[in-house]
């Protein structure tokens, strides 16, 4: 009975670790981070796909095939957003707008975005919005309308016309660098704040804010809520577009309790989508804070979130104790047989 039982016990052994072997792998957001003990503020993905990440301490760290140190913020000051333009690296702070060498053009005051696009560079926060031109960065008049600036993300569309994102006035717009800023918030709440922008292929304008995502065909329209979005409880603090299948984008929304996804269907002048939100899947160790920024390198999915994150394969949490198990079966099955080697030589 006992070689029986013992080859028995280690087949099962054998074949658990199989089976093990060959469970299904599911996505989940894991940290990938180079300092665990700074906290990752801003993501930016490169023209030449490496990834740059940002910390409240003042470090630039690269991803490229690896962590490795980048470069700090003169003064070790807070990152607050990086921007990328003609290969140099422009870094807002609370207190301005900096490069690795120092102060950029006098800019003094807390800046909240940095973005560039094809035809221009702005700059969002305190001082409301700034354009850089050929004389450096120049004020674009927004302050001046608002009560309280604070700007907290600026966004320019396909068309050319310029949004700003504010905390408590909604989103201003303006058609053109020598237009006048007018207030855009048709169909939003009043108050709201508005933390991220996001364009489809066709130039449908979408906004992240406090009471969910909206969007809008075109400057100037009513704002409508995307489907399964709008709830006060929600805070969508950056919004990506992920056209890696062009056909059917998928629109990721960073939010306090992780990141969300919901496929979109542009139409012309109208946006749908294919099903409601779902939240991707957080793998062991979870995420320690809220998501604040998104970003795709080379096709992987990037988090900032406290640490920094990549979304990838995981082992399904079954597998530990099925190897643990295993390895039960198989130390028992060979103690059996060992007993039974042990009667046959007395």
């Known amino acids: 009975m006992l070689p ?4 028995g016990l280690m ?9 093990t072997a060959l469970l299904p792998h599911r996505p989940a957001w ?4 180079p300092a665990l003990e700074e906290h990752a503020a801003a993501l930016l993905v490169t023209a030449d796909d490496r990834l740059l990440m940002g910390t409240q301490s003042g470090r630039i760290w690269l991803h490229d095939d690896g962590w490795q140190p980048y470069g700090n913020v003169p003064g070790d000051r807070a990152v607050t957003r990086l921007g990328l333009h003609e290969d140099r690296l422009l870094i807002a702070a609370p207190d301005g707008l900096f490069d690795l060498n120092g102060r950029v053009d006098a800019v003094d005051g807390r800046i909240s975005d940095i973005r560039a696009f094809d035809t221009s560079l702005l700059a969002g926060g305190a001082l409301g919005v700034l354009q850089f031109t050929e004389d450096g960065w120049q004020d674009t008049g927004l ?23 504010t905390i408590g006035e909604g989103i201003w717009s303006r058609t053109g660098a020598d237009a006048s800023w007018r207030a855009n918030r048709d169909g939003l709440s009043d108050p709201v704040n508005v933390f991220a922008f996001a364009e489809t292929a066709n130039g449908i304008l979408l906004a992240g804010t406090d009471q969910g995502v909206y ?21 969508y603090l950056d919004l990506l ?3 890696r299948e062009p056909d059917t984008p998928m629109l990721l929304g960073a939010t306090d309790d992780g990141v969300v996804q919901v496929r979109l269907i ?3 002048n109208w946006l749908e989508t294919r099903g409601g939100l779902e939240r991707l899947a957080v793998g062991p160790p979870g995420l320690d804070g809220s998501v604040s920024h998104l970003a795709i390198k080379n096709d992987d999915l990037w988090a900032a979130a406290g640490s920094v994150y990549r979304f990838q394969p995981v082992a399904p949490a079954m597998r530990l104790p099925l190897i643990l198990f295993s390895g039960i079966l198989l130390g028992l099955g060979a103690f059996l047989l060992g007993m039974l080697r042990w009667r046959v030589r007395d």
Do not use: F, K
Request: without cysteine.
């Open 4 to 7: 029986g039982l013992g080859a």
């Open 143 to 165: 302050q001046e309308q608002l009560a309280e600036p604070q700007v907290y993300r600026v966004w320019q569309d396909q068309a050319g016309h310029q949004h700003a994102g």
């Open 241 to 243: 577009i992920d056209d």
């Open 30 to 33: 894991m940290p990938d981070d």
């Open 266 to 268: 542009p139409r012309d």
């Open 215 to 235: 969007w809008q065909a075109e400057t100037g329209a009513a704002w409508r809520a995307l489907h399964g979005s709008a709830d006060r409880d929600t805070r």
């Open 11 to 19: 087949v099962g052994a054998v074949a658990l670790i199989v089976i």
